[in-house]
């Protein structure tokens, strides 16, 4: 067992052979792929987190964590998540994108 920061016991990862090394590699790498291929075929996943993060800038909270967990969900879920405008508002400014490339 290797000691982690904070004096956590983990597993050592000099204990994966080399077959097992590269295995997990080619599993990082498929993975990756598979979210990029996702994200890249629903587009409004980036719509719906830049809407999180222009809150957030706009906002400025001190703690993020706090933000996300509590006034951006339970505030801004009503406002915005749950806004039965929203499928049409997305689907507005993917063609906007569209347009614009």
């Given at each position: ?29 498929q993975t990756r ?69």
């Amino acid at each position: 067992m290797a000691t982690l920061p904070g004096g956590i016991q983990g597993l050592d990862p000099e204990a994966l052979s080399p077959e097992q090394l590269e295995q997990l590699r080619g599993f990082k790498i498929q993975t990756r792929i598979t979210n990029e291929k996702y994200l890249r075929t629903h587009k409004e996943v980036e719509l719906l987190i830049s809407g999180f993060f222009r809150e957030m800038f706009l906002k400025r909270p001190d703690n993020i964590q706090e933000f996300a967990a509590d006034d951006f969900f339970l505030i801004l879920i009503p406002d915005y998540f749950t806004d039965p405008r929203l499928p049409n508002k997305i689907h507005m400014q993917l063609i906007k994108e569209k347009k614009a490339a």
